[in-house]
């Protein structure tokens, strides 16, 4: 199994960026998708959590209204769309998957990627 995240950069305060999560090896249209981020001295945090038909979401407090996620079966990747980005939103970001979405949601996922790092300057 392989779950590859893309997309992190550098940007300014106010921009956006669009991460995308492509797995491979295992049935994408049976897991439940996450997004995490973990900031340097910080413990990792719950970002956005999808179920794997896209029914069900779950964003963090810290970015709802301004993060999105979805998800394209066919495709066995998922994207997370960052608008008005912050510089408290800089983080190694990192996506999961597991047959459980309230594992996933939790922070728990049987299948991780080696992440994507994000950078907003002020």
């Known amino acids: 199994v392989q779950v590859v995240e893309s997309g992190g950069g550098l940007v300014q305060a106010g921009e956006s960026l669009r991460l995308s999560c492509i797995t491979s090896g295992l049935p994408f249209g049976v897991y439940a998708m996450g997004w995490f981020r973990q900031a340097p001295g910080k413990e990792r945090e719950v970002v956005s959590a999808i179920s794997f038909r896209g029914g069900t979401i779950y964003y963090g407090d810290s970015v709802k209204g301004r993060f999105t996620i979805s998800r394209d079966n066919a495709k066995s990747t998922m994207y997370l769309q960052m608008n008005s980005l912050k510089p408290e939103d800089t983080a190694m970001y990192y996506c999961?998957?597991?047959?459980?979405?309230?594992?996933?949601?939790?922070?728990?996922?049987?299948?991780w990627g080696q992440g994507t790092q994000v950078n907003v300057s002020s």
């Open positions: 999961a998957a597991d047959q459980d979405f309230y594992k996933v949601r939790a922070g728990r996922g049987t299948y």
